[in-house]
């Protein structure tokens, strides 16, 4: 069976920073692209970030580039997102998410790409 884990959800303050990971069961770790995307309340799912397994295609929305790092572990089964200067607009729950390698151009900014998705971890950040 496959499953994501994530953690490192919490509450912080803006300008503070906080690391987010997620555990990877049952696939094989390194034939998928692994994302991070977000959803605040009341509104849809967004893109955050994803990384291939090598590391050589690393993207980032317009609305966390420079502030956001995502890194993975591909001998972990572990995906990283490192987030700093975090603003309030960043509260949301947080999730990851595994798309496996298809051939072709395919933008891995899109949520039906996924294959898997974990439950979320929730980050707060207050005023």
């Known amino acids: 069976q496959v499953e994501l884990e994530e953690s490192g959800g919490g509450l912080v303050q803006a300008g503070g920073s906080l690391s987010l990971s997620c555990a990877a069961f049952?696939?094989?770790?390194?034939?998928?692209?692994m994302g991070w995307f977000r959803q605040a309340p009341g509104k849809e799912r967004e893109f955050v970030a994803n990384?291939?397994?090598?590391?050589?295609?690393?993207y980032y929305a317009d609305s966390v580039k420079d502030r956001f790092t995502i890194s993975r572990d591909n001998t972990r089964n572990m995906v990283y997102l490192h987030m700093t200067n975090l603003k309030p607009e960043d509260t949301a729950v947080y999730y990851c998410?595994?798309?496996?390698?298809?051939?072709?151009?395919?933008?891995?900014?899109?949520?039906?790409?996924?294959?898997?998705w974990g439950q979320g971890t929730q980050v707060t950040v207050s005023s």
């Open positions: 049952g696939l094989t770790f390194r034939s998928y692209v």
């Open positions: 998410a595994a798309a496996r390698f298809r051939p072709g151009y395919i933008d891995y900014a899109e949520e039906y790409e996924y294959d898997y």
């Open positions: 990384s291939d397994w090598s590391f050589t295609d690393i």
